[in-house]
């Protein structure tokens, strides 16, 4: 079987590695480089407690079940499992929050400042935090990288710089992609294409509206080791990378960020982060990058998973890919293949499917 990924994000590149896997022979269109848009310029938090609803949950803490499982194969330092560190809100609302999480399993415990400043002593301590115990972190570019060259390894092919324009449709069934030289043949092809998703299946027809979602990532200055989790913190996101430097968003409670656009140039938004980071570890700190990548966010903020339009396309899209990549891929690569999704699968995925935005 003959399959085009359209993307080379995390998404469409591990959907490419679980499909070249399975013995499809696998070609992935991607317009600019790998990992060169939203997958370049994440945060890269792993977790399950930011979630919209049960199924939700579930299908987050399922994502990561499959990072752990897509570890056990890739020899990639990618993936690692610090856990996370949140006191976001207070009172009320911090309460709340625990219960809630407890209430749908979650692994989390509260724990004390002393408790606190044990586990992170650069950080000036809240009275109480939640302490996640199994949340990890992801360098998405790096995981791309891998999972792109585990499948070379195994035949896919790779084009970079082109655009795909539109598909070959005969009959309803999809027969290939449209590139500007003209048609390449396919059986299937998945769209894994971020921000371009809602463009390219407007040209068969089939809504799904995508929201504008910008978001700003700094980095800091290579810095000694200071942080041994991710912090949620009421006023900032902060993480510290393998090699010294601060990863943070520009924004404050970046996960359920709404803003449609970008308020300030993005120095000045570097700057204010920073100013917060500055006070969180109490020391001055300098940014040295500051990242500007579009979000892909359907609609209704949900994922997006399944077949759509003419026989033979299907489509993968969401945020957070960081934490629900491997799930995605596993589970698209399945049914593109026409292999039976077991009944826990076909749970997980069944409030995601593209076609709740064309009744």
């Known amino acids: 079987m003959k399959v085009i990924v359209i993307g080379a994000g995390i998404i469409g590149a591990l959907t490419a590695l679980r499909l070249a896997q399975a013995g499809a022979e696998v070609t992935v269109i991607e317009a600019g480089h790998p990992a060169s848009a939203a997958s370049g310029a994440s945060f890269g938090w792993i977790n399950a407690s930011f979630h919209a609803n049960r199924d939700h949950f579930n299908l987050r803490l399922a994502g990561m079940e499959a990072h752990r499982r897509l570890s056990s194969e890739l020899a990639s330092e990618a993936v690692q499992w610090p856990g996370c ?23 989390v415990r509260e724990i004390d400042r002393a408790t606190f400043s044990e586990l992170e002593p650069s950080v000036a301590a809240p009275d109480r935090a939640l302490h996640f115990m199994e949340e990890g972190v992801v360098d998405l570019g790096q995981l791309t990288v891998r999972a792109l060259q585990a499948g070379a390894d195994l035949g896919m092919r790779l084009i970079t710089g082109v655009r795909v324009t539109g598909f070959d449709v005969r009959a309803d069934v999809l027969r290939g992609v449209r590139l500007a030289g003209g048609v390449l043949g396919a059986d299937r092809c998945v769209v894994a294409a971020g921000v371009a998703t809602q463009g390219l299946l407007e040209r068969v027809g089939v809504a799904l509206p995508m ?38 968003p520009t924004t404050a409670s970046h996960q359920g960020d709404t803003t449609d656009s970008v308020p300030e140039t993005p120095d000045r ?25 579009a979000r892909p966010v ?18 993968s899209t969401m945020h957070s890919g960081a934490t629900l990549a491997p799930l995605a891929a596993e589970l698209v690569a399945a049914e593109v293949l026409e292999h039976d999704l077991t009944n826990t699968q076909s749970a997980l995925v069944a409030p995601y499917r593209p076609q709740r935005f064309t009744g």
């Open 211 to 248: 929201l504008h979602r910008p978001g700003l990532i700094l980095r800091s200055e290579p810095l000694p080791t200071l942080l041994r989790h991710v912090l949620v913190s009421p006023g900032q996101e902060l993480r510290q990378l393998p090699q010294g430097e601060l990863l943070a």
């Open 298 to 315: 359907p609609k209704d903020g949900l994922p997006v998973m399944g077949a759509c339009g003419p026989e033979g396309l299907y489509v």
């Open 269 to 293: 938004l570097a700057d204010q982060a920073m100013a917060r980071v500055s006070t969180l570890l109490n020391c001055p700190l300098r940014w040295e990058v500051v990242t500007l990548a």
């Open 85 to 107: 560190l949140w006191w976001e809100e207070k009172g009320a609302a911090f309460d709340a929050q625990h219960r809630s999480l407890v209430a749908l399993g979650c692994k």
